[in-house]
Every structure is written in structure tokens, then in C-alpha cells.
Nanobody, 126 residues
Framework: QVQLVESGGGSVQAGGSISLSCETP????????MAWFRQTPGKEREAVAARYSGGGASYYADFVKGRFVLSYDNAKHTLYLQLNDLKSEDTGMYYCAADPRWIDVKAGNWKGIRYWGQGTQVTVSS
């Protein structure tokens, strides 16, 4: 069983920054795609960013527009999402996710994702 443990989140004013962390298992011998999804009020869960545990590029949803940075520390087995220039519409629950299969950020199909964290709340006030 893959366990994902999120931390970070909280409240911030518009234009501010916040950092999210997700502790993952050691994927060294079994690569997984890792991602952050979010669910904002009144909307379906959507993909924010994703990358492969073995390296390579990070992929972002169009709405990110250069504001967020996804990274992975292999030594610490921790996935990070740095959120900058936050807007009120970024308010929502952010979830860490992982799957042995490719996570397509553009398609954003969250229902097939195998593993989820418990979620962490981000609230942006204007």
C-alpha cells in the first residue's frame, strides 16, 4: 500500500506564496507518476502538476501559468509544490497523488488515480 502524507497549506493573502509537501514511499525500484490535484469550491477535482519519480520534466495545468513549481527530492522521498502569486481562485483542497501509470495533467482524469493523500487546505484571501 502506497501512503502519501501531505503537509503545508494554510492561509495566505493574494499575491503571497505557500509551499506544500508530500512524503512518498521510496519509488527507486518502482517508478511512479506523482502529482498534485486540487478541488476548488464548486468545481471538480483537477490536476495541477505532475512528474515522474525517476526524473524528467514537470508538467503543469494551463491555469498555473508559471506561478507554481513542482519538484521532487529523491533523497527525502518528498514531492513539493511551491505556489506563488496566489489568487483567491486558488483556494481549495490540494491532494497529493501517485500512480504507476502516466498521470496526464492535460486530461486531468483523477478518477483513475490509484493512490491519494488526505489533502491539505489552501485558503487565499483577497
Amino acid at each position: 500500500q502506497v501512503q502519501l502524507v501531505e503537509s503545508g497549506g494554510g492561509s495566505v493573502q493574494a499575491g503571497g506564496s505557500i509551499s506544500l509537501s508530500c512524503e512518498t514511499p521510496d519509488f527507486t525500484y518502482g517508478g511512479h507518476w506523482m502529482a498534485w490535484f486540487r478541488q476548488t469550491p464548486g468545481k471538480e477535482r483537477e490536476a495541477v502538476a505532475a512528474r515522474y519519480s525517476g526524473g524528467g520534466a514537470s508538467y503543469y495545468a494551463d491555469f498555473v501559468k508559471g506561478r507554481f513549481v513542482l519538484s521532487y527530492d529523491n533523497a527525502k522521498h518528498t514531492l513539493y509544490l511551491q505556489l506563488n502569486d496566489l489568487k483567491s481562485e486558488d483556494t481549495g483542497m490540494y491532494y497529493c497523488a501517485a500512480d504507476p501509470r502516466w498521470i496526464d495533467v492535460k486530461a486531468g482524469n483523477w478518477k483513475g488515480i490509484r493512490y491519494w493523500g488526505q489533502g491539505t487546505q489552501v485558503t487565499v484571501s483577497s
